[in-house]
T-cell receptor, first 112, second 115 residues
């Protein structure tokens, strides 16, 4: 359906480790977005993907729009304590619906 | 300067009251949204306006009434507040591009607590 399956739900890692999270769906998406939300704040856009196969980096973050258009991943390299937060994937479904569908988030904890 | 701003940031009120949350964006966007984030952090779209016209209206109780006086403002009025309305409400905005949503920018949220 229109649900996005985001995994893992939470991650506890040591500073310096790399992180990988992903979102999958049975539906096809036109756009994939990755957001980070810190406590008490609104989601902040990290990376936007608009084409199947697109691989985009933003500093230590890299995200890809899956070739099948049904999935996307986000990698964070060499994590630091300020990477803590909840990471959300969001996508716009093919078919012209204007709304974004959000994943349930991946809560990242980085131990110094 | 704040791109998407919301007021108030915190709202504590009694069940049965009526309250409003305001949102303003200075990004020049023409589309604005209201989301509800529950205690499990799940973000769900409620409404969207494009150039003051309602374009998305999810299954939301009619106690919730959005109003867009101009394309830079989208307010949310809630009548007869219930305990289950307690959540964080986020406003967002984006550019409209022939039905394809562009990147949405979020406000800081309004934490509503209904007692």
């Amino acid at each position: 359906g229109q649900q996005l399956n985001q995994s893992p739900q939470s991650m506890f890692i040591q500073e310096g480790e790399d992180v990988s999270m992903n979102c999958t769906s049975s539906s096809i998406f036109n756009t994939w977005l990755w957001y980070k939300q810190e406590p008490g704040e609104g989601p902040v856009l990290l990376i936007a993907l608009y084409k199947a196969g697109e691989l985009t980096s933003n500093g230590r973050l890299t995200a890809q729009f899956g070739i099948t258009r049904k999935d996307s991943f986000l990698n964070i390299s060499a994590s630091i304590p300020s990477d803590v937060g909840i990471y959300f994937c969001a996508g716009q479904l093919e078919g012209g619906s204007e709304k974004l569908v959000f994943g349930k988030g991946t809560k990242l904890t980085v131990n110094p | 300067d704040t791109a998407v701003s919301q007021t108030p940031k915190y709202l504590v009120t009694q069940m049965g009251n009526d309250k409003s949350i305001k949102c303003e964006q200075n990004l020049g966007h023409d589309t604005m949204y209201w989301y509800k984030q529950d205690s499990k952090k799940f973000l769900k779209i409620m409404f969207s306006y494009n150039n003051k016209e309602l374009i998305i209206n999810e299954t939301v109780p009619n106690r919730f009434s959005p109003k867009s006086p101009d394309k830079a403002h989208l307010n949310l009025h809630i009548n007869s507040l219930e305990l289950g309305d307690s959540a964080v409400y986020f406003c967002a905005s984006s550019l409209w591009n022939s039905g394809i949503t562009d990147t949405q920018y979020f406000g800081p949220g309004t934490r509503l607590t209904v007692l």
